[in-house]
Every structure is written in structure tokens, then in C-alpha cells.
């Protein structure tokens, strides 16, 4: 219980620079991945399909985002619309034949292809002014999906996914579905937390801050932008292949509007600007808060005998959850992430609390 | 003394220019910033400009780092001509800078911004980070050596892991200044670099440059206020007002231009000063 920083020597730089320096933050780890590769036995259907299998996607989602947002600090509010192109161009290509893996690397590649496009326009300008143009793709790759035949197969169509084999398993049944969502999250998570420790990382956060001082040390801020595009809109390009086997299975153009976007960019926002946990924290608050709310409301109607209408009983939540954003943005800008640092630093060294640091 | 500069003069001779700029002219809406501007800097020399605020000294900084290119005229950097390049591709060629107001960066711990100096040497992309155990680690380790040369160089040792924002503005200073030698530049600019600090800060600078410019072969462009300074340690300084060049030379004597005296204290006090010392200050 106490000590868990004392005693703890270094003598190679490669040890110091390990993702969890701390042997504490390292079980901790591997209990949570224990716990996540046990799941499909430990949990009931509904929990792991209905539950654990969204948050793992949409975390996935959140952290290529992140590496946008938060680690190069360009804002992005047409997500949802990179994350249909990969769906869409993934399941065209499984359907015309070709294996999953490659589809989902070919998803990622268009994504990754129209980002870029559309990120080199839009990188010219900063701010407010980029938010305007990537929602303006939003649009765009909305408006071209639902009204070319060939890509959404006419108008109110969905595409259903064939059945699919990944790594020679074939992805039916809830565990296989999982275990793939898991492996592609843990690769991200991987990807993202390795991106700090490199000069990959360093170089977009010098972007983010202080791009004059970024260009003096000899970082080319426009390159580099351009490249957290490129692989922010892979990996969300890759996610929505995932999403769309392992969750969706039939893919429609409503499920990648602007709703969609604007909640990844909140889960960003309220999980942690450029924090890795941070991205599983906002996912799963923003994809549970209006189910646990309206679970809660709906019990404290039922109980407490309240009086509330069905509109009511409809709306509180959201309202609640609007609240929970703004106060967000009001009393810890850098989000859960920050609120589990916080906490985390008081346990560490509880209960000598000079020690902090 | 005087052998030891002629020896120095002669090495200088020899072994050509870091930067000739010739002419430069540089406006920002109808303010001239910059009158055709003539200055160059030798190896191994430690060269000052000076002069009184708003004179252009960082709008010719800005010019050679190719922040604002040149209206007209040429920048050459070791003999190449750089006039018009993108900043970060002087950087490339061994120009290191610091800036007046501090530029470092933010939420990232001393070590990181010193690491972010080795950004010309590494070769920074997605997949070294993706396949970090076989292909980034031995890179970032190679180079956390370097680093951690210049933090012994600089003295910063106890505070290495310190985020940047907390540490005194006396040490942020020479953080950034670690931050540009890390890149083992060949030509460093250096933009007050002793703004706001005390006298014994200023010695530890001070003392860090003549180090710098010995050890580590740079040579320097240094802009500074503190005259004290500049007379102990440039070579040859250069004396800006309004844009134009009013004096240059030997520092001491340069400063002592009655131009320079009226430059900074306005006519009235300089002819004050220039007859209580009987026209010779």
C-alpha cells in the first residue's frame, strides 16, 4: 500500500521510457487485460454485446480522433464521415471478395486518402475556420455517400455484410466478434501510447503548442499536420470497417452523420485532450450516461411514486448529460482523464503528501 | 590579448562566412522595418546587435530564420543562398534559434523539449512509433545520449523531468537555449537571451555562450540590451536604428558613437552626456 514510487532506480534509458514505469501501473495493466480477454466467460450476452463491445469500438474510434485533437491539437468534427468511408469501402471490398484483413487496410487507405485531401485544404487555415471545414467534409462525404447508387446501393438502402473470416477465424458469434474489436483496440491503444514516448509524438505536440517554435527546431508544422491526418483518418478508417463487421453488420449512410461525429469529438473532449485512458473514459461515459440517467430517472419515477410525464422522463436525460458536458468543459477542461491523475497521484504517495509531485 | 585576436581574425579570414546579408529591405504595411541592411558573421565569432527597442534587430533574426522573407536583398548561410527558404529548412542546415519571449513548449516535461531540439537528426514518423520495440526505441535511446550531454553541458540535471511551465523563468531560458545547442548547430541565434535576469543569471549565460562557442564550434549572432555583456563577450557588433545600421566595429568604440548615445537617449541628454564628458565619452 505505501511506497509504490520509493525504491524504484533506473539505470537504462530504455527502462525509464517504458510505457508504465511504475511495477504498480504494470499489474494493473495486465489485470485489465486479463479481465478483457476472459469477458466473453465472465459476462452475460447482453453486457458483452450490447455494452463492452460498443465501448471498445467507439473508444477505438475516440483515440485515432484524440491523436488529432489532442495530441496535434487540429480539430476535427467530420469523424463520423472518415469512419463511413472505411466502412463503406471496407464492406464493398469484402463483399467484391477480398479478405477482411485487406479490406480493413484498404478502408483505412481510403479514409486515410479522402482525409487527406480535404485535410490539406482545410490546414491551411486554423481554429474556428478548420473546424468549418472539416464539418463542410462532413457534409460532403455525407451527400456522396447516400446519393451515389454505387457506394450506398440507392436511396434508404443498407448493405449487410457477408460473413467474414479474420486471421483464418471465422467472425460469427459474440466472442469472435469481440476478440477482433479487442485486438484492433489493443493495437491502437498500443500505437497511441508509443506515440508520446517517440519524436513522432514531440513532433505534433511542438506543432500543437507553438508552431513558429515548432518550425525554428526544424519540424515541418505543415507536413506533420498533414501526416495526423493521414494516420488519425486510417485508424478511423479501419475502426469503421470494424464497426461495420463486428457490430453493425448492415451499414446504412444515417449511421455516420454529423451525430456521430460531434460525439467523438465530445468523448474526446471529456475524456482527456491527448490522453490515451482518457479516450476509453469519455467513450464510455458519453455512450452510458443517457442509459444509466434514463435508467435512474425511470426508477425514481417508478419508486419514489413521482409524477413524471413520458416527455419528461424522455428529455431529463439529455438535459442531464448536456449539463455533464458543459460542466465539464467549465470545472476540468482536460477531462476524466485528469480527475483519475488527480486521484491516482493522491493514492500514490498516501499518506505522505509531501511527497506529491 | 591583441596576439590572440589577430590569430583569431586570421582563422576567421581563412575560413569564410556563416552569413552575409547584403541589403535587406523588409516593410510591414508602410513602416519600414528594415533600410538595405548589410551585416555578416564569421566563424567562430560571436557577433552583437544591438540597438534601441524597435530598431529591427528581430525583424533581421526573422529575415535570416525565414520567418518574414526579404523584400529585397539576399541572405547567404555558409555560402549558400537562403533568401525566401522556409524556416524549418534553415533550421535543417544548422541554424539554431532562441526566441525573446520564450517559445518552449507547453505540458512537456525539460527533457521532452530538449529531446524536441534532436528533431533535425531524427526521423520522426507513424510506424517507428507503431513497431517502437524494434524500430523506434534504439533511435530515441541514441539520441536521449545527446540530450542528456547538454543537460550536463547546461546544469540541468535535478530538473530534467520538471514540466517546463513550473521551473523559474531564469531556467527556462536555459532550458531553450539547450533546446537549440542539442541540434549541434554551426550557426546560433541567440534574441535576448538575458532578458529580465539578475546579474549572476546573466554571468551563468554569459559564461554558457563563451562554452558554447568554444567547445561546441558555433558561431553566434547575439542580440542583447545589457551592454555590459555585450562589450565583455561579442567579437565585432553592429548597431541598428530605425532600420538602418548607425554604427559598427569593436563594441566598445561602437557603442560609444555619439550616434549611438543619441539613438538611445534622444538628442538632448546625449548632448549633455557628450560635453560633461568633454565630446569624448
Not at chain 1, 146 to 150: A, D, I, K
Not at chain 1, 180 to 184: I, K, P, R, S
Not at chain 2, 108 to 121: A, F, K, P, T
Given at each position: 500500500?505505501?511506497?509504490?514510487?520509493?525504491?524504484?532506480?533506473?539505470?537504462?534509458?530504455r527502462?525509464?521510457?517504458?510505457?508504465?514505469?511504475?511495477?504498480?501501473?504494470?499489474?494493473?495493466?495486465?489485470?485489465?487485460?486479463l479481465?478483457?480477454?476472459?469477458?466473453?466467460?465472465?459476462?452475460d450476452?447482453?453486457?458483452?454485446?450490447g455494452?463492452?463491445?460498443p465501448?471498445?469500438?467507439?473508444?477505438?474510434?475516440?483515440?485515432?480522433?484524440?491523436?488529432?485533437m489532442?495530441?496535434?491539437?487540429?480539430?476535427?468534427l467530420?469523424y463520423?464521415?472518415v469512419?463511413?468511408?472505411g466502412?463503406?469501402g471496407?464492406v464493398h471490398?469484402?463483399r467484391?471478395?477480398?479478405?477482411?484483413?485487406?479490406?480493413?487496410?484498404?478502408?483505412?487507405?481510403?479514409?486515410?486518402?479522402?482525409g487527406?485531401?480535404?485535410?490539406?485544404?482545410?490546414?491551411?487555415?486554423?481554429?474556428?475556420?478548420l473546424?468549418m471545414?472539416?464539418?463542410?467534409m462532413?457534409?460532403?462525404v455525407?451527400?456522396?455517400i447516400?446519393?451515389?447508387?454505387?457506394i450506398?446501393?440507392?436511396?434508404?438502402?443498407?448493405?449487410?455484410?457477408?460473413p467474414?473470416r479474420?486471421?483464418?477465424?471465422?467472425?460469427?458469434?459474440?466472442?469472435?466478434?469481440?476478440y477482433?474489436?479487442?485486438?484492433?483496440c489493443?493495437?491502437?491503444?498500443?500505437?497511441?501510447?508509443?506515440?508520446r514516448?517517440t519524436?513522432f509524438?514531440?513532433?505534433?505536440?511542438?506543432?500543437?503548442?507553438?508552431?513558429?517554435?515548432a518550425?525554428?527546431?526544424?519540424?515541418?508544422t505543415f507536413?506533420?499536420?498533414?501526416?495526423?491526418?493521414?494516420?488519425?483518418?486510417?485508424?478511423g478508417?479501419?475502426?469503421?470497417?470494424?464497426?461495420?463487421?463486428c457490430y453493425?453488420?448492415?451499414?446504412?449512410?444515417?449511421?455516420?452523420?454529423?451525430?456521430?461525429?460531434?460525439?467523438?469529438?465530445?468523448?474526446v473532449?471529456v475524456?482527456?485532450?491527448?490522453s490515451?485512458?482518457?479516450?476509453?473514459?469519455?467513450?464510455?461515459?458519453?455512450?452510458?450516461?443517457?442509459?444509466v440517467?434514463?435508467?435512474?430517472?425511470?426508477?425514481?419515477?417508478?419508486?419514489?411514486?413521482?409524477q413524471?410525464?413520458?416527455?419528461?422522463?424522455?428529455?431529463?436525460?439529455?438535459?442531464?448529460?448536456?449539463?455533464?458536458?458543459?460542466?465539464?468543459l467549465l470545472?476540468?477542461?482536460?477531462?476524466?482523464?485528469?480527475?483519475y491523475?488527480?486521484m491516482?497521484?493522491?493514492?500514490?504517495?498516501w499518506?505522505?503528501?509531501?511527497?506529491?509531485? | 590579448?591583441?596576439?590572440?585576436?589577430?590569430?583569431?581574425?586570421?582563422?576567421?579570414?581563412s575560413?569564410?562566412?556563416?552569413?552575409?546579408c547584403?541589403?535587406?529591405?523588409?516593410?510591414?504595411?508602410?513602416?519600414k522595418?528594415?533600410?538595405s541592411?548589410?551585416?555578416?558573421?564569421?566563424?567562430?565569432?560571436?557577433?552583437?546587435?544591438?540597438?534601441?527597442?524597435?530598431?529591427?534587430?528581430?525583424?533581421?533574426?526573422?529575415?535570416?530564420?525565414?520567418?518574414?522573407?526579404?523584400n529585397?536583398?539576399?541572405?547567404?548561410?555558409?555560402g549558400?543562398?537562403i533568401?525566401?527558404?522556409?524556416?524549418?529548412?534553415?533550421?535543417?542546415?544548422?541554424?539554431?534559434?532562441?526566441?525573446?519571449?520564450?517559445?518552449?513548449?507547453?505540458?512537456?516535461?525539460?527533457?521532452?523539449?530538449?529531446?524536441?531540439?534532436?528533431?533535425?537528426?531524427?526521423?520522426?514518423?507513424a510506424?517507428?512509433?507503431?513497431?517502437?520495440w524494434l524500430w523506434?526505441?534504439?533511435?530515441?535511446?541514441?539520441?536521449?545520449?545527446?540530450?542528456?550531454d547538454?543537460?550536463?553541458?547546461?546544469?540541468?540535471q535535478?530538473?530534467?523531468?520538471?514540466?517546463?511551465?513550473?521551473?523559474?523563468?531564469?531556467?527556462?531560458?536555459?532550458?531553450?537555449?539547450?533546446?537549440?545547442?542539442?541540434?549541434?548547430?554551426?550557426?546560433?541565434?541567440?534574441d535576448?537571451?538575458?532578458?529580465?535576469?539578475?546579474?549572476?543569471?546573466?554571468?551563468?549565460?554569459a559564461?554558457?555562450?563563451?562554452?558554447?562557442?568554444?567547445?561546441?564550434?558555433?558561431s553566434?549572432?547575439?542580440?542583447?540590451?545589457?551592454?555590459d555583456?555585450?562589450?565583455a563577450?561579442?567579437?565585432?557588433?553592429?548597431?541598428?536604428?530605425?532600420?538602418?545600421?548607425?554604427?559598427?566595429g569593436?563594441?566598445?568604440?561602437?557603442?560609444?558613437?555619439?550616434?549611438?548615445?543619441t539613438a538611445?537617449?534622444?538628442e538632448?541628454?546625449?548632448?549633455?552626456?557628450?560635453?560633461?564628458?568633454?565630446?569624448?565619452?
Open positions: 500500500m505505501f511506497y509504490r514510487r520509493a525504491g524504484i532506480r533506473f539505470t537504462r534509458y527502462d525509464e521510457r517504458q510505457i508504465w514505469p511504475l511495477p504498480l501501473d504494470r499489474r494493473l495493466m495486465l489485470l485489465v487485460l479481465l478483457a480477454l476472459a469477458a466473453p466467460y465472465l459476462l450476452r447482453l453486457y458483452l454485446v455494452y463492452l463491445l465501448w471498445l469500438i467507439w473508444a477505438t474510434a475516440a483515440l485515432g480522433l484524440n491523436l488529432l489532442g495530441t496535434a491539437g487540429q480539430v476535427h467530420g463520423g464521415a469512419i463511413g468511408m466502412a463503406y471496407s471490398l469484402v467484391a471478395g477480398a479478405p477482411l484483413e485487406l479490406a480493413m487496410l484498404a478502408g483505412g487507405l481510403i479514409s486515410a486518402a479522402v487527406i485531401v480535404f485535410g490539406a485544404a482545410a490546414l491551411r487555415v486554423k481554429g474556428l475556420y473546424a471545414a472539416t464539418l463542410a462532413q457534409y460532403i455525407d451527400f456522396v447516400s446519393h451515389v447508387p454505387f450506398s446501393g440507392g436511396s434508404q438502402a443498407t448493405i449487410t455484410v457477408p467474414v479474420f486471421l483464418g477465424i471465422p467472425i460469427v458469434g459474440d466472442a469472435a466478434v469481440y477482433m474489436a479487442l485486438g484492433v489493443i493495437v491502437v491503444t498500443l500505437f497511441m501510447l508509443n506515440v514516448r519524436a509524438g514531440r513532433a505534433l505536440a511542438a506543432v500543437r503548442e507553438k508552431d513558429y517554435a518550425e525554428v527546431i526544424g519540424v515541418d507536413r506533420f499536420k498533414l501526416l495526423a491526418f493521414w494516420v488519425s483518418s486510417f485508424i478508417g479501419v475502426v469503421g470497417s470494424v464497426l461495420a463487421v453493425l453488420r448492415s451499414i446504412s449512410p444515417d449511421q455516420f452523420h454529423i451525430e456521430l461525429s460531434i460525439q467523438l469529438v465530445a468523448m473532449i475524456g482527456g485532450m491527448g490515451v485512458l482518457g479516450s476509453f473514459f469519455g467513450a464510455a461515459l458519453i455512450l452510458f450516461a443517457p442509459i440517467l434514463n435508467n435512474l430517472i425511470g426508477f425514481m419515477a417508478d419508486s419514489m411514486d413521482m413524471i410525464s413520458t416527455d419528461l422522463r424522455a428529455h431529463v436525460p439529455l438535459m442531464l448529460y448536456g449539463g455533464l458536458i458543459v460542466g465539464f470545472w476540468e477542461p482536460l477531462g476524466l482523464a485528469k480527475i491523475n488527480n491516482r497521484n493522491y493514492f500514490l504517495v499518506p505522505f503528501r509531501h511527497a506529491q509531485r | 590579448m591583441r596576439d590572440q585576436n589577430a590569430k583569431q581574425n586570421d582563422a576567421m579570414r575560413d569564410g562566412r556563416i552569413l552575409e547584403r541589403g535587406i529591405e523588409r516593410s510591414f504595411g508602410g513602416l522595418a528594415l533600410k541592411v548589410d551585416i555578416h558573421v564569421d566563424r567562430g565569432e560571436i557577433f552583437g546587435l544591438v540597438g534601441p527597442n524597435g530598431s529591427g534587430k528581430t525583424t533581421m533574426v526573422n529575415v535570416v530564420t525565414g520567418f518574414y522573407p526579404p529585397a536583398g539576399s541572405v547567404q548561410l555558409f549558400q543562398d533568401t525566401g527558404m522556409k524556416p524549418n529548412r534553415v533550421a535543417r542546415m544548422g541554424v539554431a534559434r532562441t526566441f525573446q519571449n520564450l517559445a518552449l513548449f507547453r505540458g512537456m516535461s525539460v527533457l521532452d523539449n530538449i529531446l524536441l531540439g534532436r528533431h533535425v537528426h531524427m526521423k520522426p514518423g510506424l517507428p512509433s507503431l513497431f517502437y523506434g526505441a534504439r533511435e530515441e535511446i541514441a539520441h536521449r545520449r545527446a540530450a542528456e547538454i543537460i550536463d553541458f547546461m546544469q540541468l535535478d530538473i530534467r523531468d520538471e514540466p517546463v511551465e513550473v521551473i523559474p523563468m531564469g531556467l527556462q531560458k536555459r532550458v531553450e537555449l539547450a533546446r537549440a545547442l542539442v541540434a549541434e548547430p554551426r550557426f546560433l541565434i541567440l535576448e537571451p538575458m532578458a529580465g535576469m539578475n546579474q549572476e543569471e546573466k554571468e551563468y549565460i559564461r554558457f555562450i563563451l562554452d558554447a562557442r568554444d567547445e561546441r564550434n558555433v553566434i549572432l547575439l542580440i542583447e540590451h545589457h551592454m555583456v555585450v562589450t563577450i561579442c567579437d565585432r557588433i553592429v548597431v541598428l536604428s530605425y532600420g538602418e545600421i548607425i554604427a559598427q569593436e563594441p566598445k568604440a561602437a557603442i560609444a558613437d555619439p550616434q549611438v548615445i538611445y537617449l534622444g538632448r541628454a546625449a548632448a549633455r552626456v557628450l560635453q560633461a564628458n568633454g565630446g569624448a565619452p
